[in-house]
């Protein structure tokens, strides 16, 4: 296995959280605050340092981490740069949507997906991780009495584990790899049709906002450290020399980030560790320097980005989304500390490769544009969800790309399809693409 040292990698990062939720939290809560957790209904924005403290947020972010590991190992996933991935989505989103309970229902719908195609589930184990998108369904169906029940619940989650598979993998093409986030928007279209039937049998599903403050200094530290220590990971401990750990990650910086672009496969691991650190400071300095807080949403938001360092997000193709979102802030009636648009200026990231494929410039316009429609794609979905920035990112993609390249550009890059799975059946290296002048 060629990059088997993810495996320990991960476990240890799992302890770090773990180790944060023990430190900072009150460990006689955590048993009680995991248990509130499992019986909250998740819509968006459902932070569970808000609901549950500090301590059961991030051992259940560790939890569901492990879990997804497990899955991995068990599936016998190859492992590379959307390992990273997935990792980091799984514990970031496991701070305010997913928990040990209610991503399983999916996770067999998908593994039943695979038995009836005769195919082995580690060929869809990482899709079974991503669908648990929509996760909050399953709990909502689970706890709402007047409604579901836990059967219900079970039967849901796994029709959307089940249909997910073949619809991301059609999304993916149309999408033209310039939305990173793309079972977002396949999780989005099918909860436009799943919400309506729910509430059209009686279901009456209301959008949440719970959102922690105060823990900026805390957690300002706890993410710093993890950064920097895995920048110096890259330079130092990477087995290769300094200066080839730093020159490829400026050549790691000349890609547009159009997926699939597998930074571990065609960098290694020194680079991609560099992008890592220094993409999550990018996103906690924006966060902080905006008024914003650090919270479950907004760590999730950053694990997300540091996660996506390894498959298609750099500094070069994500600062100009984020500036788009604060050039918003200056024209709209919102404000740029909303929880919402912390959550936009954090995952409008998805929108990368339309500023590195076609310039910073349609970055910063695909950015300030997302700021606004992420804010009302959610609406129909009743934060149902978790990727809604996926879903609206989706939405942007499919309208900016014949726009951009017909009017303006004239560049077309050309889907396979066997890129989406390729993504996650290969761990052999790659040769980058050949860089484009702006």
Not at 301 to 313: E, L, N, R, V, Y
Not at 372 to 389: D, H, I, K, M, Q
Request: hydrophobic fraction near 50%; charge should be neutral.
């Amino acid at each position: 296995m060629r990059y088997h040292k993810i495996y320990p990698a991960a476990i240890c990062f799992a302890a770090y959280l773990i180790a944060i939720g023990l430190i900072l939290g009150d460990p006689t809560q955590i048993l009680p605050g995991l248990w509130k957790i499992i019986q909250t209904e998740d819509a968006l924005i459902t932070d569970y340092v808000k609901i549950a403290g500090i301590g059961a947020a991030f051992v259940n972010a560790a939890l569901v981490t492990l879990i997804s590991l497990g899955i991995l190992h068990l599936s016998k996933d190859p492992l590379n740069g959307y390992t990273l991935v997935e990792i980091g989505l799984m514990a970031g989103f496991a701070l305010f949507g997913k928990n040990i309970a209610n991503i399983w229902p999916i996770i067999f719908g998908t593994f039943l997906y695979a038995k009836v195609r005769r195919e082995d589930f580690g060929k869809y184990a990482s899709v079974s991780l991503l669908a648990t998108s929509l996760s909050p369904v399953v709990s909502y169906v689970a706890l709402d009495n007047g409604w579901g029940n836990i059967w219900w619940a079970i039967l849901i989650g796994a029709i959307i584990g089940f249909v997910l598979p073949p619809l991301s993998a059609y999304t993916y093409k149309i999408q033209n790899g310039m939305n990173l986030y793309n079972m977002g928007f396949a999780c989005g279209l099918l909860a436009t049709i799943l919400v309506p039937v729910m509430t059209s049998l009686g279901a009456d599903p209301n959008v949440a906002h719970h959102w922690a403050t105060g823990y900026n200094l805390q957690l300002g530290i706890c993410l710093g450290s993890l950064c920097l220590l895995l920048i110096i990971m890259g330079l130092f401990f990477s087995g290769r020399p300094i200066w080839a750990a730093w020159a490829g990650y400026r050549r790691l910086l000349l890609t547009t980030g159009r997926a699939p672009s597998d930074y571990l496969r065609m960098f290694g691991a020194a680079p991609t560790l560099i992008n890592v650190g220094v993409n999550g400071l990018i996103g906690m300095t924006f966060i902080l320097a905006t008024g914003g807080d650090l919270n479950g949403p907004t760590m999730g938001g950053i694990f997300t980005i540091m996660g996506f360092s390894a498959f298609g997000k750099h500094a070069r193709n994500i600062i100009p989304i984020m500036l788009g979102v604060v050039l918003g802030s200056f024209c709209m009636h919102w404000h740029i500390n909303d929880s919402g648009v912390q959550l936009a200026l954090l995952f409008g990231t998805t929108l990368a490769p339309i500023s590195g494929y076609f310039g910073w410039p349609f970055g910063i316009v695909a950015g300030f544009l997302h700021s606004s429609v992420v804010l009302r794609a959610g609406t129909p979905v009743e934060g149902f969800n978790l990727y809604n920035n996926g879903f609206s990112g989706g939405l942007l993609a499919i309208v900016l790309y014949p726009i951009i390249t017909e009017a303006v550009r004239h560049r077309k890059p050309e889907l396979q399809n066997e890129d989406y799975f390729d993504a996650f059946e290969h761990d052999s290296p790659v040769v980058p693409p050949p860089s484009r002048k702006k």
